[in-house]
């Protein structure tokens, strides 16, 4: 009786989506997917603040019929979604539902053994925005390195990758691998997060298999433009943040402010010495920015607001500002290559390279790229 009154409670659920043939369905809004596997497990939550089914948390949804979550790892920027990048995230007790959550950013990236002991199964829903630096990929690979050793099964719900329209950028060396890179890929990848999974364990990135389940979204064009409902991280606020982040993040691995403490950040650039521009902003310490770059200095820059949709990584932005700049030895710091994935991209805007220059020696890394890719992806 009590199995027959779950199955119509989740028929209720999913008759309130009201969604038309047409329409989107995320993987996280395939409820009766999701339950064919956890139901009567013990279950793990890989989640953030975007981690939603319609206007209800995944982690409450599931909670509501019934299932045995027991744990949620939450990534960068923590599980609510308010830290800074970079921020240390503590372990914590979520005060809604009394289960336990365990940060997956700052020393521990990767679950550990006694964090799975009692865990049958772990369901991973995070919204990404498709550029290699963004971690939340990295921490995806943790999970399933993990639960291969652990032999834990895991699935992914798969969302849209709102830069998922192109390719483009210099694809990463073995020797700049870190938590801002992980993977031989270019930084825009044009993979869902579900379709990366498969990746990560296709290609051998993890040694041992994990049994992985993608639980597939229906109607997705890879091809269409998303607008989150949520946002992603504190400093990526709306759509025009998301399509600039994989150009502007370059910018992080230089002097050059990218508005982090500011109301547009990611949405235009500047520095104190670069008054050769008009349009200034001043960095201000505030939530999901405690310590902005050139805090409280005018920055001199461009306002990138309304810039057309971007469809490839723009370098004249970043070759603009070195060209310009007054100390062109302290433009870029260490981390840059890190970003880059190769020391190559700074070399060749040093020396004076243009645009189209530095993109064609992409090419052939590209192309090889793609012939791989192809191999994993669930959607035309």
């Known amino acids: 009786m009590a199995k027959i009154k779950q199955n119509i409670f989740i028929l209720i659920f999913l008759c309130s989506f009201g969604l038309n043939a047409q329409e989107l369905i995320l993987g996280a809004n395939r409820i009766d997917q999701i339950i064919r596997h956890t139901n009567e497990k013990s279950i793990a939550i890989v989640g953030n603040q975007t981690s939603m089914v319609n206007n209800t948390h995944l982690v409450d949804t599931l909670i509501s019929l019934n299932q ?15 830290g800074d990048a970079g921020a240390k995230i503590e372990n914590e007790i979520d005060i809604k539902t009394g289960i336990p959550i365990i940060s997956l950013y700052g ?3 990767k679950p550990k053994k006694k964090n799975l002991e009692d865990v049958d199964i772990i369901v991973f829903d995070i919204q ?58 270019p930084i825009v990848h044009a ?18 298999k994990c049994d992985l389940i993608v639980i597939e979204m229906l109607n997705y064009n890879r091809n269409k433009i ?22 502007l993040c370059l910018f992080e691995g230089t002097i050059i402010s990218i508005g982090r403490g500011t ?6 650039f500047g520095h104190p010495k670069l008054n050769l521009y008009n349009y200034s902003f001043i960095p201000k310490s505030g939530p999901g920015s405690k310590y902005p770059k050139h805090e ?36 870029f710091i260490s981390f840059f290559d890190k970003l880059a994935g190769t020391d190559k991209l700074r070399k060749q805007i040093i020396s004076g390279k243009s645009s189209k220059e530095i993109k064609k020696s992409w090419k052939n890394e590209l192309n090889e790229f793609k012939n791989i890719r192809n191999k994993y992806l669930l959607y035309n």
């Open 226 to 247: 998303y607008e989150l409902p949520i946002k992603p991280s504190p400093n990526l606020p709306n759509k025009r943040a998301v399509n600039l982040y994989p150009s």
């Open 296 to 331: 409280n200095k005018i920055c001199f820059g461009k306002d990138l607001t309304n810039t057309p949709i971007l469809n490839s990584i723009n370098l004249e932005w970043l070759i603009e500002t070195y060209d310009q700049s007054q100390n062109k030895e302290d433009f």
């Open 128 to 185: 990404d925005v498709g550029a290699r630096f963004y971690t939340y990929i990295s921490t995806l690979h943790y999970v399933l390195e993990a639960c291969s050793e652990e032999n834990i099964k895991v699935i992914v719900l798969d969302r849209p990758n709102p830069n998922g329209h192109y390719i483009d950028g210099p694809v990463l060396e073995e020797k700049y691998k870190s938590f801002v890179g992980m993977h031989p890929i």
């Open 191 to 208: 993979m869902t997060i579900g379709e990366y999974a498969k990746m990560i364990i296709g290609e051998k990135w993890i040694e041992k």
């Open 107 to 109: 020393k521990n990236k």
């Open 263 to 268: 109301k547009k950040p990611f949405q235009h």
């Open 68 to 82: 045995n979550i027991i744990t949620v790892f939450s990534p960068e920027h923590g599980f609510r979604g308010t």
